[in-house]
């Protein structure tokens, strides 16, 4: 673990639990998020994507969720924040890192070519972890070099306003390093849940089959998204209903972990047809403005 100097009082509030210098492999909603939650910590975060248009985009996505933060309040000017902020399409800069979180799409042959790319540039006693919701956490590390020093970081979505983290153990990972992980994550203000690697992990195996069947029901006319969503909302108090949360996570998303879990774990968790039409049609949430509801 490394210490740094104390950080001036509008740059964050180091924590010695975290590295000093975080890595993010890529830029998109998740990875700005999870660069965003490391750089309210204290830490230097490098951002890598994949060519100069990725690049700017991942900074203009960081960039406005610190505003939003300081907006809401919180102590800091936004360059205070973005001095320690670096963004880049060159993988030499993970070197520096004591930990690397990967948050790539959720392709099998991607992941494994973005997490051996990351870690030929690591030193031997740096970290590297995967945002991967869904796919297995041991079969990505028996690709990799040094698979001891490997772990899932699966944020949440949206990084900034979720509180946990689940922290998914792979059969080679190191035995001191899930508690090593939790205390990361309780540096970053969030709750850990660990998780021994299996199909969907905890959150992910849940909260599709929850969805799924939200799917169906609306694909039966069994009552109105807006009708299934309430039901959960106000019935058994979750925060956000289903088929909403679908459309934050992104319908293409939820059909990919679904389409894993349905060839790992059974039919049961087949997708319905409606999920497969939306997709087709370019409905994919939130990101595209329309999906289970309109967003725009």
């Given at each position: 673990?490394?210490?740094?100097?104390?950080?001036?009082?509008?740059?964050?509030?180091?924590?010695?639990?975290?590295?000093?210098?975080?890595?993010?492999?890529?830029?998109?909603?998740m990875g700005?998020?999870?660069?965003?939650?490391?750089?309210?910590?204290?830490?230097?975060?490098?951002?890598?994507?994949?060519?100069?248009?990725?690049?700017?985009?991942?900074?203009?996505?960081?960039?406005?969720?610190?505003?939003?933060?300081?907006?809401?309040?919180?102590?800091?000017?936004?360059?205070?924040?973005?001095?320690?902020?670096?963004?880049?399409?060159?993988?030499?800069?993970?070197?520096?890192?004591?930990?690397?979180?990967?948050?790539?799409?959720?392709?099998?042959?991607?992941?494994?070519?973005?997490?051996?790319?990351?870690?030929?540039?690591?030193?031997?006693?740096?970290?590297?972890?995967?945002?991967?919701?869904?796919?297995?956490?041991?079969?990505?590390?028996?690709?990799?070099?040094?698979?001891?020093?490997?772990?899932?970081?699966?944020?949440?979505?949206?990084?900034?306003?979720?509180t946990l983290?689940?922290?998914?153990?792979?059969?080679?990972?190191?035995?001191?390093?899930?508690?090593?992980?939790?205390?990361?994550?309780?540096?970053?203000?969030?709750?850990?849940?660990?998780?021994?690697?299996?199909?969907?992990?905890?959150?992910?195996?849940?909260?599709?089959?929850?969805?799924?069947e939200a799917?169906?029901?609306?694909?039966?006319?069994?009552?109105?998204?807006?009708?299934?969503?309430?039901?959960?909302?106000?019935?058994?108090?979750?925060?956000?209903?289903?088929?909403?949360?679908?459309?934050?996570?992104?319908?293409?998303?939820?059909?990919?972990?679904?389409?894993?879990?349905?060839?790992?774990?059974?039919?049961?968790?087949?997708?319905?047809?409606?999920?497969?039409?939306?997709?087709?049609?370019?409905?994919?949430?939130?990101?595209?403005?329309?999906?289970?509801?309109?967003?725009?």
């Open positions: 673990m490394t210490t740094t100097p104390d950080a001036p009082a509008d740059t964050g509030a180091f924590s010695p639990t975290l590295p000093q210098f975080v890595g993010v492999l890529g830029g998109g909603r700005a998020g999870i660069a965003h939650a490391f750089l309210m910590a204290g830490c230097e975060v490098l951002v890598v994507e994949r060519d100069d248009e990725a690049a700017a985009g991942a900074r203009g996505r960081v960039e406005s969720a610190v505003a939003k933060s300081v907006e809401r309040g919180l102590a800091g000017s936004p360059d205070g924040f973005l001095a320690r902020l670096d963004v880049s399409t060159d993988y030499a800069g993970f070197a520096r890192c004591g930990l690397v979180v990967e948050a790539v799409p959720e392709i099998w042959d991607l992941k494994v070519s973005s997490l051996q790319g990351v870690e030929r540039n690591l030193g031997p006693g740096a970290f590297l972890a995967s945002n991967t919701s869904s796919l297995s956490m041991t079969g990505l590390a028996a690709e990799l070099a040094r698979p001891q020093n490997f772990i899932g970081l699966h944020f949440f979505n949206p990084v900034p306003a979720s983290i689940e922290v998914v153990i792979a059969k080679q990972t190191g035995p001191e390093l899930a508690a090593t992980a939790k205390g990361w994550v309780a540096a970053l203000g969030k709750t850990a849940v660990v998780v021994n690697d299996a199909p969907g992990f905890a959150s992910s195996r849940l909260g599709v089959m929850l969805a799924l799917m169906r029901m609306v694909e039966e006319g069994v009552a109105s998204a807006e009708d299934i969503d309430a039901a959960m909302v106000l019935g058994y108090k979750h925060p956000t209903g289903p088929l909403r949360t679908t459309d934050i996570v992104g319908l293409d998303v939820r059909l990919g972990i679904a389409e894993y879990l349905a060839e790992t774990l059974g039919e049961r968790f087949a997708p319905p047809q409606i999920l497969r039409d939306k997709v087709a049609r370019g409905e994919l949430g939130r990101k595209s403005g329309r999906g289970f509801f309109d967003w725009n």
